[in-house]
């Protein structure tokens, strides 16, 4: 191949080059084709390609279904449920793990597990594994990647390192998976009624609570990209520590939380021990909204009014603040110094909503004020 006649040595000299050069003679020699070099170059991800071939595949979905009998059609459904593009024909994008998993699908649905229920959860698996997979491709970089590499350096260290690690990493996913699926066993309830009928209730009784941070998007104008990461980072550990047997840690975006607990006391702690655990770690302020109620579960989120509620009562909350409708206060009347906020039209609600403010027992009366945006200083008595 004439790499300088396709321009993949342009801009290059001395070092750079005479890497690139030896680069692309051990791709070429792998069947790599040129156009393929090119556009690679163009998107500069020459030097990730000798790892990408380490992750890839070698499989069509047609040969899947040779090898572990599930339909290439369901395969490739499973496939996109998973957020990754649905493969041509003869696209070999399937590896031994793929086979593996197929067969494992298979014996799923044999075993009498419902095909809905293995879309739910590749849905669901799609949506936490691109978060793992971004995650530990930064934390992978961070480590190994040097200053001053070349191309070259970077794709053979990178591929072999990846050799040695990326098996390594299986027990770790399957050890978190079994540890958080005993967990929701231990939480798990079965009433005689479900019994009886065969089937899980669709809806159930649970306390809802949102938190976060305020005033996070003018922080963003504010500091840079690294450093609002740091900051959602250890909010993420923050309220990922608050739970307990209780208490459950639904999910965090950005710079909110969520978490639920079948009795409110619990639930109200927690929210108080985030905010001071926020305080403590030098955070932005947090406030937090509590509500009761019905909640619809699926796949691992929840749903329904609780939840629509306790995020519009988090809106409106003052920084440093768990503000918390009447059932959840009626409910531990005796557990925490409440306060009368007033009552509140909420956005999608309905009838006007009286909301209370929960505080420590013997704490001080003080309201954090601090990195209050200036236009919300002025209470209202409606959300947006």
């Given at each position: ?9 342009d ?37 990730l ?70 879309t ?152 108080l021990?985030?905010?001071e ?7 932005p ?25 306790a ?22 009347p ?51």
């Amino acid at each position: 191949m004439d790499f300088a006649a396709a321009g993949l040595l342009d801009g290059l000299d001395d070092d750079e080059r005479e890497a690139r050069v030896q680069l692309l003679e051990r791709l070429a020699a792998e069947g790599y084709t040129l156009e393929e070099l090119r556009v690679a170059a163009a998107e500069n991800r020459l030097a990730l390609l000798p790892l990408e071939r380490v992750l890839g595949g070698k499989y069509t979905a047609a040969e899947i279904e040779q090898h572990a009998g599930l339909p290439a059609s369901l395969m490739i459904r499973l496939r996109r449920l998973l957020g990754l593009p649905a493969p041509g024909p003869d696209d070999r994008v399937f590896s031994e793990a793929d086979v593996a998993a197929a067969q494992s699908m298979r014996l799923f649905l044999e075993a009498g597990l419902r095909e809905q229920g293995i879309t739910d959860i590749n849905r669901v698996l799609g949506e936490a594994m691109a978060r793992v997979a971004a995650t530990t491709a930064r934390a992978f970089t961070d480590a190994f990647l040097e200053a001053g590499d070349s191309e070259l350096e970077v794709a053979w260290r990178f591929a072999t390192l990846a050799e040695q690690l990326v098996p390594a990493f299986g027990p770790v996913l399957f050890a978190a998976y079994t540890a958080q699926l005993r967990e929701n066993v231990r939480r798990a309830v079965l009433s005689r009624a479900e019994l009886a009928a065969g089937q899980v209730a669709e809806e159930l009784d649970a306390v809802v609570c949102f938190a976060d941070l305020v005033g996070f998007t003018a922080l963003g104008g504010e500091v840079d990209a690294e450093e609002l990461g740091d900051v959602v980072g250890r909010f993420g550990e923050l309220a990922a520590a608050v739970g307990d047997s209780q208490v459950r840690l639904v999910k965090t975006i950005g710079d909110a939380a969520m978490l639920v607990c079948p009795e409110p006391r619990p639930l109200v702690d927690a929210a108080l021990s985030l905010l001071e655990a926020a305080e403590d770690a030098d955070l932005p302020s947090l406030r937090a909204g509590v509500a009761f109620g019905r909640v619809l579960p699926r796949a691992g989120d929840l749903y329904g009014h609780a939840v629509n509620l306790a995020s519009r009562v988090t809106g409106i909350a003052r920084p440093g603040t768990v503000l918390c409708t009447q059932e959840v206060r009626d409910a531990a009347p005796e557990d925490f110094d409440w306060s009368f906020a007033g009552r509140y039209r909420l956005k999608g609600i309905g009838d006007s909503v009286a909301l209370y403010r929960a505080r420590r027992l013997g704490a001080p009366a003080r309201e954090q004020r601090a990195r209050r945006p200036k236009s919300d200083r002025r209470r209202t008595r409606a959300s947006s």
